[in-house]
């Protein structure tokens, strides 16, 4: 069994990532911080399709959906067009049926940056708390002790 890889992710900051002065304009980090956590899920073999509903043409949607309902980002130091950033994420199941995961931002091993994005699970149907679907609770366990699993 690996470890960890599928949590650390690298991102260049891009000059389109950037505002006018050349540093890293502030939305762009969430965005890094959603789709670094879509691409572990991915590296971790749970498809997008039965997470996110209408990423293909689905016969069926997802029963669950996870809205986010609360998100944060820091910068701590300016992040420059042309930067190679680590991107480690920690994921940590809060209960049942909401989790988050914290991306933190190193570059040369400082960190520059993180974020938090926290969801929560709800029935697509009834609009209602639910457990969090069987793929993310594993997701979130393998990632807690550091290891891939099969799904």
């Known amino acids: ?36 956590w879509e691409e572990s899920l991915e590296l971790y073999g749970v498809e997008a399709d039965t997470i996110f509903p209408g990423c293909r043409e689905q016969e069926r949607w997802p029963d669950t959906a996870l809205p986010i ?4 980002a820091n910068f701590t130091k300016a992040v420059h067009g042309g930067d190679q950033l680590l991107v480690r994420l920690t994921p940590q ?37 639910c457990p969090l679907p069987v793929a993310i609770s594993r997701w979130i366990e393998a990632a807690q002790i ?5 799904l």
């Open 93 to 129: 199941q809060i209960d049942q049926g909401c989790f988050e995961v914290r991306s933190q931002f190193l570059l040369k091993e400082q960190e520059v940056a993180n974020g938090l994005i926290r969801q929560l699970a709800i029935s697509a149907q009834t609009r209602r708390r």
């Open 1 to 36: 069994m690996a470890k960890l890889p599928w949590l650390n992710l690298t991102r260049t900051v891009r000059f389109g990532d950037t505002d006018a002065a050349g540093v890293m304009h502030f939305h762009q980090l969430l965005r890094w911080c959603h789709e670094a």
């Open 69 to 72: 309902v609360h998100c944060s």
């Open 146 to 150: 550091g290891q891939i699993r099969e």
